[in-house]
């Protein structure tokens, strides 16, 4: 074996033990050689490597069969942040929030930048600041409106943002991986780790002018499609013309997320819709129109969501977190 492949090898084997802290936190060395299938004295010798480095630290604890004390190792949860930025459009405001966590989903910074129109700039100053603060961030989030496929931002409402590049352009500027998100995607994860009780869930966003979208998790999986069209509400058999026009009264805006509510019970059956639309007062306004359409008893429950970004921060914050533990084990991001 040359010293390329023992490197390597190596780095494999320092991978496992972080990836098994991210699953169990706290670990003793046999504990860590039971999950990972290395030997103690590997075990010990990578400990000793990410002690020094400070990725690792240790605690003498009782151990509560053996009542023995010794050390208990974990991760530092300060080693290692991630970067979320969420970019949502309201009032024809562009919303730029920014959270930066550690390893224990601690919020260590947070800030908020309010522009008339976004530019790819001020992601890049939003960045440079973080950076600026933190040496140790490791993945960089980005939610956006619009559908992202490969890495390239379509059909989005935000000004200089339609056909942008956006992954190549973050990626060739920063070191850190990227991780890009639509915005009702990210929400719906959000809304489905939040509602903890329910494994089949649609978010859907309707602004009060322009198309909407819906993020749907199917048995903890999110559906994006082929090429992230999925959810794309300005596609569905509704004319373009009918979907804006009926935004323009309440019983209108009724009638439309009816429609889209049926259209997703039709082929998803959720458990429950939530919905944002700032048009419609309360779930139990679209009961009638419901009722009226499919039986009851195969209808989703709804819920009226009043903050898509609170959803949205919640599932980006996932996405990079999942990103990083992924990254311990060698997979391949993308």
């Not at 719906?188 to 649609?202: H, M, R």
Request: charged letters at 20%; proline letters at 3%.
């Amino acid at each position: 074996m040359n010293m390329s492949d023992t490197k390597t090898l190596r780095q494999k084997n320092r991978d496992k033990i972080l990836a098994a802290f991210m699953e169990h936190e706290l670990c003793t060395k046999n504990q860590l050689a039971l999950a990972t299938g290395l030997s103690l004295t590997t075990v010990s010798s990578i400990l000793n490597e990410l002690l020094k480095s400070s990725e690792v630290l240790f605690e003498d604890m009782e151990n509560p069969i053996s009542k023995e004390i010794m050390p208990y190792y974990y991760l530092n949860n300060d080693f290692s942040r991630f970067l979320s930025i969420s970019i949502n459009k309201e009032y024809r405001r562009v919303h730029l929030i920014y959270r930066v966590y550690n390893l224990s989903d601690e919020v260590i910074y947070s800030d908020e930048v309010i522009k008339k129109i976004v530019k790819i700039n001020d992601i890049y100053d939003i960045i440079n600041i973080v950076n600026s603060k933190f040496d140790n961030i490791k993945v960089i989030g980005v939610s956006v409106p619009g559908i992202i496929n490969d890495g390239k931002v379509t059909s989005t409402g935000l000004i200089n943002f339609n056909d942008i590049e956006l992954y190549s352009l973050l990626k060739n500027k920063y070191s850190q991986k990227i991780v890009l998100g639509n915005d009702v995607n990210t929400a719906a994860i959000g809304f489905y780790l939040t509602e903890k009780n329910y494994e089949n869930v649609c978010l859907l966003y309707q602004p009060g002018e322009g198309y909407g979208g819906v993020g749907t998790v199917i048995n903890g999986q999110l559906i994006t499609g082929k090429t992230n069209c999925a959810g794309e509400i300005q596609y569905l058999p509704l004319s373009n013309e009918d979907q804006l026009k009926l935004l323009q009264t309440p019983h209108g805006t009724i009638e439309l997320l009816s429609k889209i509510v049926v259209c997703l019970t039709a082929i998803v059956n959720p458990e429950i819709v939530a919905i944002s639309c700032t048009n419609l007062e309360k779930a139990s306004d679209l009961d009638e129109t419901l009722e009226s359409m499919v039986p009851a008893k195969y209808l989703p429950k709804i819920k009226k969501v009043t903050n898509l970004n609170d959803y949205i921060l919640v599932g980006l914050q996932f996405i990079c977190k999942e990103v990083l533990k992924n990254n311990f084990i060698n997979k391949k991001i993308t």
